[in-house]
Nanobody
Framework: QAQLVESGGGLVQTGGSLRLSCVRS????????MGWFRQAPGKEREFVAG????????HYTNSVEGRFTISKDNAENTGYLQMNRLTPEDTAVYYC????????????????WGQGTQVTVSS
């Protein structure tokens, strides 16, 4: 299936912003759904945001609603996660994922995964 590569993670202060990117390659379709999950040390992987094939429908977990924005450029095979007003609770490895076959909020629904990018928010 498709290969995904995330980038854009780093260290920011509380209240700062980061923009994560996810480049997709090798997929068989020109449109695709994309999601972002995150995993903090000792915790399970958590759904963050998802966007549908044609970039009409989005869904966010409550803790990031109003602060994060997911978007995607299908022509460029690139998705983005704009993260604003970051807090230390946002610290995690963020994973890009694509091609869901079930509920977006379940990691098992997604077929292709990136390697992850570290986001660290200092207090």
């Amino acid at each position: 299936q498709a290969q995904l590569v995330e980038s854009g993670g780093g260290l920011v202060q509380t209240g700062g912003s980061l923009r994560l990117s996810c480049v997709r390659s090798g997929g068989t379709s020109s449109t695709y759904e994309m999601g972002w999950f995150r995993q903090a040390p000792g915790k399970e992987r958590e759904f963050v945001a998802g966007i549908d094939r044609t970039n009409v429908i989005t869904h966010y977990t409550n803790s990031v609603e109003g602060r994060f924005t997911i978007s995607k450029d299908n022509a460029e095979n690139t998705g983005y996660l704009q993260m604003n007003r970051l807090t230390p609770e946002d610290t995690a490895v963020y994973y890009c994922t694509a091609d869901a076959t079930g509920s977006w909020t379940a990691s098992s629904s997604w077929n292709d995964w990136g390697q992850g990018t570290q986001v660290t928010v200092s207090s």
